[in-house]
């Protein structure tokens, strides 16, 4: 079983950077399709972004296009999110997710998760 562990949260002012990191360990992502989701306080978990294997695909949520890049570097086994031009709106916790279906990146079609990291956008 894969062990996600998601870094790179914090607190940051509308229009910053933030660049999160989900650091795999127990058994190879090379292969597998990875994302990140959220989900704020009382919402459901939202699809964010996801990367094929070999980075050749990428797909991301209409609310993040253009703001976020998601990126990976299997020699790491290391899956990343730029985050740029933040709004308060994307304040939540930020999970990475393992076995995401690109074609239908839903959060009940992940494998694995990770503990997640909290983004906080403040106006």
């Known amino acids: 079983q894969v062990q996600l562990v998601e870094s790179g949260g914090g607190l940051v002012q509308a229009g910053g950077s933030l660049r999160l990191s989900c650091a795999a360990s127990?058994?190879?992502?090379?292969?597998?399709?990875m994302g990140w989701f959220r989900q704020a306080p009382g919402k459901e978990r939202d699809f964010v972004a996801a990367i094929s294997w070999n980075a050749g695909s990428t797909r991301y949520a209409d609310s993040v296009k253009g703001r976020f890049t998601i990126s990976r570097d299997n020699a790491e086994e290391t899956v990343y999110l730029q985050m740029s031009s933040l709004k308060p709106e994307d304040t939540a916790t930020y999970y990475c997710?393992?076995?995401?279906?690109?074609?239908?990146?839903?959060?009940?079609?992940?494998?694995?998760w990770g503990q997640g990291t909290q983004v906080t956008v403040s106006s």
């Open positions: 127990g058994r190879t992502i090379k292969w597998t399709v």
């Open positions: 997710a393992s076995g995401v279906k690109l074609a239908i990146p839903t959060a009940r079609g992940v494998d694995v």
